[in-house]
């Protein structure tokens, strides 16, 4: 079985910090993808990493991808309250015709105070 | 665009009891999922369809039945209602090499 921890697992915060999320397994991935999730609906993808050492921004978001594909990083700049919401990694299966599924880590729930 | 749905978006079921929960979506999509989150954690995967006829459990199958009898409908069969299967429910759909597509969840409590 692949597994995903995420850390830490609560997060709370001053509007204007910088935070990481980290997402870590002992297994590779071929990709991992980076969703947000708002109270009462389902995850909303952000992201997804492919090359390993791969950085990709989105606005005061930055994700990273590592070398060696097994691990992943979010790194929020200036934290606004807006940011706040469930952050989850997600990545697919490499196991042996178990390619389908899409497995998550346990989330990080973040909090950004005005 | 509808997306993905899932039906009753609520439900309060007694000890013992069955219910079906209604998954559908309209993006032909092959891959679809059920998940199960408690209350501030991630999503546990119960089962999961590579295409129609085609299942597969995932990390917490216990007490969950599911069948793909078509592209667009993934319905997950609870028998025997029980207080762990207390959750939120979501059901997600994917193509080939894309983003999942999440609906928008059940919120199911057994007494």
């Known amino acids: 079985t692949q597994l995903l921890e995420q850390s830490p697992q609560f997060l709370s915060i001053q509007e204007g910090e910088n935070l990481t999320v980290y997402c870590n397994s002992s297994s590779v991935f071929s990709s991992l993808q980076w969703y947000r999730q708002e109270p009462g609906e389902g995850p909303v993808l952000l992201v997804t990493v492919v090359t390993g050492g791969e950085v990709k921004k989105l606005k005061r978001l930055t994700f990273q991808f590592g070398d060696a594909r097994k691990d992943s990083s979010l790194h929020i700049t200036a934290a606004q309250p807006g940011d706040t919401g469930l952050y989850l990694c997600?990545?697919?299966?490499?196991?042996?015709?178990?390619?389908?599924?899409?497995?998550f880590g346990q989330g990080t729930e973040l909090s950004v105070k005005p | 665009n509808a997306g993905v749905t899932q039906t009753p978006k609520f439900r309060i079921l007694k000890i013992g009891q069955s219910m079906t929960l209604q998954c559908t979506q309209d993006?032909?999509?092959?891959?679809m999922y059920w998940y199960r989150q408690d209350p501030g954690m991630g999503l546990k995967l119960i089962y999961y369809?590579?295409?129609?006829?085609?299942?597969d459990k995932g990390e917490v199958p216990n007490g969950y039945n599911v069948s793909r009898s078509t592209t667009e409908d993934f319905p997950l069969r609870l028998e025997l209602a029980a207080p762990s299967q207390t959750s939120v429910y979501f059901c997600?759909?994917?193509?080939?090499?894309?983003?999942?597509?999440f609906g928008q969840g059940t919120r199911l409590t057994v007494v």
């Open positions: 997600a990545g697919y299966s490499m196991i042996y015709n178990q390619g389908g599924k899409l497995i």
């Open positions: 993006m032909n999509h092959n891959y």
């Open positions: 997600a759909s994917r193509q080939v090499n894309t983003e999942a597509f």
């Open positions: 369809s590579v295409g129609a006829g085609i299942t």
